[in-house]
């Protein structure tokens, strides 16, 4: 069992930054990757970004330059940084841990509002 705390979600006008955090607790020795979803109203939920335990990161082509993404393991915690935010950007964010077996676990999720 894997379980996700997000933070750092909240209201932010058009260019402006926010930071989420996403904290792991539980089987963490037994996480592969984790990443970071979002799902707007009447949309897909959809990858934002991933990184591996090894520290291979990937990207929606729609965040890219933008966004990044990391991790502090001796927090057991991941990141999203998130800049030049757009009106498009808003969501609810989704922290998720791809485990070696089983799995997947997910957030509660954390509402991200980008005003224009």
């Known amino acids: 069992q894997v379980q996700l705390v997000e933070s750092g979600g909240g209201l932010v006008q058009a260019g402006g930054s926010l930071r989420l955090s996403c904290a792991a607790s539980?089987?963490?020795?037994?996480?592969?990757?984790m990443g970071w979803y979002r799902q707007a109203p009447g949309k897909q939920r959809e990858l934002v970004a991933a990184?591996?335990?090894?520290?291979?990161?990937n990207y929606a082509d729609s965040v890219k330059g933008r966004f990044t993404i990391s991790r502090d393991n001796a927090k057991n915690t991941v990141y999203l940084q998130m800049n030049s935010l757009k009106p498009e950007d808003t969501a609810v964010y989704y922290c998720?841990?791809?485990?070696?077996?089983?799995?997947?676990?997910w957030g509660q999720g954390t509402q991200v509002t980008v005003s224009s």
């Open positions: 990184i591996t335990s090894g520290g291979s990161t």
């Open positions: 539980g089987s963490i020795f037994s996480i592969n990757a």
């Open positions: 998720n841990a791809d485990l070696y077996i089983g799995g997947p676990y």
